[in-house]
């Protein structure tokens, strides 16, 4: 099957069973819901440029399982060089949306079980690996969204998977039967996962052996019974359902999504089953995958920075202070920040190196300081963003106000007039230009984009802690104590 266009993605959503519930209620038409539908778009992105001739070449590729041309965000990564253009595709499709895209969660979910898979059947004569190809060969060839997700609610972080409270707190097998498993469970924060077609279920964290009926991953459809979403709440979400508030949003053509997935009693046949009590292997499937999303932050983000810089020199060329020294000092050390990033993903993409299953992994000790620093630098270009843009970005009032005819002045002024007077600016700037630009900011430093771009570059894919531990375990302490010792002359 060919590729699939932006229209075909939102159509085949619309064939899915897949239960949504927001606000206390179930969402039935949540394709056109207006809360939910700025995050398809965002997906749709992923399809649409893959069909642009402009960027065809960085979003499509030669699939190694069968050759056809696939979407890159299918793909299993083939050389240092694929990573690097993974890097430079989510560079764009930030720039193309100011927002979380989704879809790379799948991608990185994809590398990372290949190559784990590979690795279990190698040790226990499973056909894990098999089941594996098969799935992403459908997936690739149907050009399906897949969402990779991670994250269990955990309960007591001081506890084990087994030694819960409530065993649902980590996914796991409550029935083996002869033709498949059975699991119960929940994974938070999912980004994308009402926008996917399908999903794949990996362990959260490195399991003993107690752990056993928890070392579970596995594919499964969107719609599988038994599955169901609780969408994630955004700060100045309800803005999308207002009327005359497009400008209010900030960015009413895209944005991110975050659902609790929750998992009852759903069943999988053995043929979508990629670990089933290998505990040993959990760990190695989260590194992995963390790896590859820490590595996606120095792209996305990057390509979404890029936007927030692009509005805050716009908001200070409308201001009439772009000359300003102090200014441009500012919108420099944004920009010095930004591609610092950029800097990281494309050095853990280039040290990259072959897995056993060969596909290629990044570094993972430049993958891991790539995230940390974004757990850092874009609250960094977000302070500067307000600084440069002002109060206004927090206290302008609504779209409403600008558009409202009622009169409030002695001459028959409106709110309207009121507003366009006082907010007006620099001759030549349309007050309303400037409203949206301030708007804009407003919604990636502190609205619904926040999520994306402020908090979950804290966030997603792991936490700061979780790079940390990485970091030292990967430094190599030991090589550069040998290295001072040696030129000391120390035995
Ligand atoms: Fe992709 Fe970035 Fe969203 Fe993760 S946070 S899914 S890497 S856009
Ligand atoms: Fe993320």
């Not at 239960?19 to 394709?31: H, T």
């Not at 969204?145 to 994250?151: H, S």
């Not at 362990?203 to 719609?223: L, N, Q, R, Y």
């Not at 009032?397 to 005819?405: A, I, L, V, Y």
Request: charged content about 20%; aromatic content about 8%; hydrophobic content about 35%.
């Amino acid at each position: 099957m060919a590729l699939m266009t932006a229209q075909e993605y939102i159509d085949s959503l619309r064939k899915l069973n897949t239960r949504v519930y927001m606000f206390g209620e179930k969402i039935d038409n949540w394709v056109d819901h207006p809360m939910i539908r700025p995050s398809i778009n965002c997906v749709a992105m992923t399809y649409a440029l893959a069909q642009d001739p402009q960027y065809a070449e960085l979003m499509t590729v030669k699939s190694s399982l069968t050759g056809h041309t696939i979407n890159r965000f299918t793909h299993l990564h083939q050389s240092t060089e694929d990573l690097i253009n993974k890097v430079k595709m989510q560079r764009l499709l930030g720039q193309k949306t100011a927002s979380c895209f989704q879809r790379c969660v799948g991608m990185d979910s994809f590398n990372a079980v290949f190559s784990t898979t590979f690795e279990v059947d190698e040790k226990y004569g499973t056909h894990y690996h098999e089941n594996f190809k098969k799935f992403l060969t459908m997936v690739q060839d149907n050009d399906l969204t897949v969402d990779g997700a991670m994250t269990d609610p955990k309960g007591d972080r001081s506890k084990a998977p087994h030694d819960q409270a409530d065993p649902d707190m980590y996914v796991h097998v409550v029935e083996r039967r002869p033709d498949g498993i059975v699991v119960c469970g929940a994974k938070c924060h999912q980004t994308g996962s009402i926008n996917s077609h399908w999903h794949i279920f990996m362990p959260t964290i490195s399991m003993g052996e107690a752990d056993k009926d928890w070392a579970v991953s596995f594919a499964c459809p969107t719609d599988a019974e038994g599955l169901y979403m609780i969408y994630g709440r955004q700060s100045c979400d309800t803005r999308k359902l207002e009327e005359d508030a497009s400008i209010d949003v900030g960015n009413a053509k895209f944005g991110g999504q975050e659902a609790l997935v929750v998992l009852d009693h759903v069943f999988i046949p053995n043929e979508y089953i990629f670990l089933n009590g290998e505990y040993e292997f959990a760990g190695m499937v989260v590194e992995r995958f963390a790896g590859y999303h820490r590595q996606s932050y120095g792209g996305c983000k990057v390509g979404v920075g890029d936007t927030l810089i692009g509005a805050t020199a716009l908001v200070a060329e409308y201001n009439g202070v772009e000359k300003a020294s102090a200014v441009k000092d500012k919108l420099i050390e944004m920009i010095h920040l930004n591609e610092t990033l950029y800097c990281c993903g494309i050095a853990c993409s280039s040290q990259g190196f072959q897995t056993k299953a060969g596909n290629y992994q990044i570094d993972l000790l430049l993958a891991n300081v790539c995230k940390q620093n974004v757990t850092r630098f874009p609250y960094e270009i977000v302070r500067l963003a307000e600084d440069i843009a002002g109060g206004l970005v927090v206290t302008m009032p609504s779209q409403k106000d600008f558009h409202s005819e009622t009169v409030v002045g002695r001459n028959g002024e409106t709110i309207g007039d009121i507003c366009n007077k006082f907010f007006a600016t620099r001759e030549g700037v349309n007050t309303e230009d400037r409203q949206r630009i301030m708007r804009f900011i407003e919604n990636l430093c502190l609205g619904a984009a926040a999520v994306g771009y402020r908090t979950e570059s804290l966030h997603g894919a792991g936490s700061p802690q979780a790079q940390r531990i990485m970091i030292a375990r990967q430094g190599n302490i030991q090589g550069k104590k040998q290295l001072a010792k040696e030129i000391a002359g120390i035995k």
